[in-house]
Nanobody
Framework: QVQVVESGGGLVQPGGSLRLSCAAS????????VGWFRQAPGKEREGISS????????VYLHSVKGRFTVSRDNTKNTVYLQMNSLKPEDTAVYYC????????????????WGQGTQVTVSS
């Protein structure tokens, strides 16, 4: 049985940093693309970053490019999202998801999803 679990969310002041983790059991994350998504209250879910399972190539939503960095540690079967220079508009529930096809920001290709972790950016 596949399980995907996010962790690392919390409350941070504007300009601060957080690192989210996405861990999986029941599959080898190194063989899959992993995407990060977020959903703010009253808004649609949006893809913000993804990392390929083949060559670790990455893609980012324009609004987070240069502030967020996605990476993987295959020895720990974990993917990370380092978030710097956080803004109040980054406040959302953050999800990671897994797909076997590629690093897409569209959510339709993703098969396994975590339960989400709350990130709140506020002073």
């Amino acid at each position: 049985q596949v399980q995907v679990v996010e962790s690392g969310g919390g409350l941070v002041q504007p300009g601060g940093s957080l690192r989210l983790s996405c861990a999986a059991s029941g599959l080898n994350l190194g063989s899959y693309a992993v995407g990060w998504f977020r959903q703010a209250p009253g808004k649609e879910r949006e893809g913000i970053s993804s990392i390929s399972g083949t060559d670790s190539s990455t893609v980012y939503l324009h609004s987070v490019k240069g502030r967020f960095t996605v990476s993987r540690d295959n020895t720990k079967n974990t993917v990370y999202l380092q978030m710097n220079s956080l803004k109040p508009e980054d406040t959302a529930v953050y999800y990671c998801a897994v797909n076997q096809f590629g690093p897409f920001l569209s959510d339709y290709a993703y098969e396994y999803w975590g339960q989400g972790t709350q990130v709140t950016v506020s002073s």
